[in-house]
């Protein structure tokens, strides 16, 4: 079975300018995350979906980033523009509805220069 | 949810059991005790979790003190493979969302 999968992998970018990563959870998990985890740091959650719907963007920082997930299935987390503080690894994980058990994919490691 | 505290890090040489422990005096009654790992250059990875009894899986054990004040992870033969950053987390009831410390670092020493 596949697992979460996220792309870019790396992505190097001048501040301000603006930035997505896409996530593909594992089939039939209908709950998505968004996590940042900065250097030495556990990830910080941003955003979490039961399907379609956001229940929980509570971190998410409005003014710049946004998140979508159509269809249920696949997700985007957007930055526009980016600072420099903004770098950082981004993390996507899926779950089936109910289940403490998250499954991370590999992350999106962002540098804002 | 309730703070976790672990040590920054430990060493352990391979082959030889690793007892991982975490703090959590302020858990309340329907709070499960989740530890995940996190490898170089990877995600989280789900290890095991528990509320009241131990519990064992493929991967490792989970000792829960009686009182449920603390917990101890238990990697019965490490590996260099298990070289990672454990994390002890608690968290139940409707609330999902994984609360994050630094964890514990692990170094498994051939």
């Known amino acids: 079975e596949a697992g979460v999968v996220q792309s870019p992998r790396y992505k190097i970018i001048e501040k301000k300018q603006p930035v997505a990563f896409w996530c593909n959870p594992i089939s039939g998990h209908n709950t998505l995350y968004w996590y940042r985890q900065n250097l030495g740091q556990g990830p910080e959650l941003l955003i979490r979906?039961?399907?379609?719907?956001?229940?929980?963007d509570s971190q998410l920082p409005k003014d710049r980033f946004s998140a979508e997930r159509l269809k249920g299935v696949d997700s985007t987390l957007k930055i526009q523009p980016a600072e420099l503080g903004d770098s950082a690894v981004y993390l996507c994980?899926?779950?089936?509805?109910?289940?403490?058990?998250?499954?991370f994919g590999p992350g999106t490691r962002l540098t804002v220069t | 949810d309730a703070k976790t505290t672990q040590p920054n890090s430990m060493e352990s040489n391979e082959e030889e059991p690793v007892h991982l422990p975490c703090n959590h005096s302020t858990i309340s009654g329907t709070d499960y005790i989740h530890w995940y790992r996190q490898l170089p250059s990877q995600g989280p990875e789900y290890v095991i979790h528990g509320l009241t009894s131990n519990v064992n899986n493929r991967m490792a054990s989970l000792a829960i003190a009686e009182d449920r004040k603390s917990s101890t992870l238990i990697l019965h033969r490490a590996t260099l493979r298990d070289a990672a950053v454990y994390y002890c987390i608690c968290h139940g009831g409707s609330n999902y969302k994984l609360t994050f410390g630094k964890g514990t670092l692990l170094t498994v020493n051939p």
């Open positions: 979906y039961e399907n379609e719907e956001a229940v929980d």
């Open positions: 994980a899926s779950s089936l509805a109910g289940s403490y058990e998250q499954y």
